[in-house]
């Protein structure tokens, strides 16, 4: 079974960048797609982006521009650099694996890390 650490979390101000990682153990994630979810406190987990097998890519509307998903096949890790941050981007991060499409929905992945907290606030 495939094992998901993400890693890169932390405190940091409104505009500045972050750069998450999400490394498996146990399989390949380039068989799979690999998606960013992220729950902020109080509400639902938020599909944020995702990579499929093929390496088509989807984020959400509200980091288009921003943030930037990418794969290294060598490391068997996928990347979210998280650039011009906002408090609205204050939540804990999660990777996911399943499929090899990108879902929007939670439900479709079985596998997940176990998250890391960004928090974005001046």
């Known amino acids: 079974q495939v094992q998901l650490v993400e890693s890169g979390g932390g405190l940091v101000q409104p505009g500045a960048s972050l750069r998450l990682s999400c490394a498996a153990s146990?399989?390949?994630?380039?068989?799979?797609?690999v998606a960013w979810f992220r729950q902020a406190s109080g509400q639902e987990r938020e599909f944020v982006s995702g990579?499929?097998?093929?390496?088509?890519?989807v984020y959400t509307d509200s980091v288009k521009g921003r943030f930037t998903i990418s794969r290294d096949n060598a490391k068997n890790t996928v990347y979210l650099q998280m650039d011009r941050l906002r408090p609205e981007d204050t939540a804990v991060y999660y990777c996911?694996?399943?499929?090899?499409?990108?879902?929007?929905?939670?439900?479709?992945?079985?596998?997940w890390g176990q998250g890391t907290q960004v928090t974005v606030s001046s």
């Open positions: 990579i499929s097998r093929g390496g088509g890519i």
């Open positions: 996911a694996t399943g499929p090899i499409s990108v879902f929007r929905t939670h439900g479709a992945y079985a596998y």
């Open positions: 146990g399989s390949a994630l380039s068989a799979n797609a």
